[in-house]
Nanobody
Framework: QVQLVESGGDLVQAGGSLRLSCAAS????????MGWYRQAPGKQRELVVG???????NYADSVKGRFTISRENNKNTVYLQMNSLKPEDTAVYYC?????????????????WGQGTQVTVSS
């Protein structure tokens, strides 16, 4: 089993900054893509940004230039630095990771999700 534990969500004023963290643990052989998604009330979950194990990134247009993703592969951890926050960034932010694990049945690769962390940006 794999667990993703997020932290860093908070209430912040518009223009402020937050840093989210997500640490993966368990019987991990490797992690390919890690990323952050968000879901605002009444809206579908959407990709914010993803990063491969090699460092290639894919940002949503709405956050380009304001958000920065990074990861520490040796710690199975991904970060999201969010600057110049806007009220429309308000959402529950979820960490996602494509993880390969090992068990008695061999290797298994699947997506895992964190429990979500609330980010609220006040105007």
């Amino acid at each position: 089993q794999v667990q993703l534990v997020e932290s860093g969500g908070d209430l912040v004023q518009a223009g402020g900054s937050l840093r989210l963290s997500c640490a993966a643990s368990g019987s991990i052989v490797s992690i390919n893509t890690m990323g952050w998604y968000r879901q605002a009330p009444g809206k579908q979950r959407e990709l914010v940004v993803g990063i491969t194990s090699g460092g290639n990134t894919n940002y949503a247009d709405s956050v380009k230039g304001r958000f920065t993703i990074s990861r520490e592969n040796n710690k199975n951890t991904v970060y999201l630095q969010m600057n110049s926050l806007k009220p429309e960034d308000t959402a529950v932010y979820y960490c996602n990771a494509e993880v390969t694990t090992i068990s008695t049945r061999g290797l298994d690769r699947r997506d895992y999700w964190g429990q979500g962390t609330q980010v609220t940006v006040s105007s």
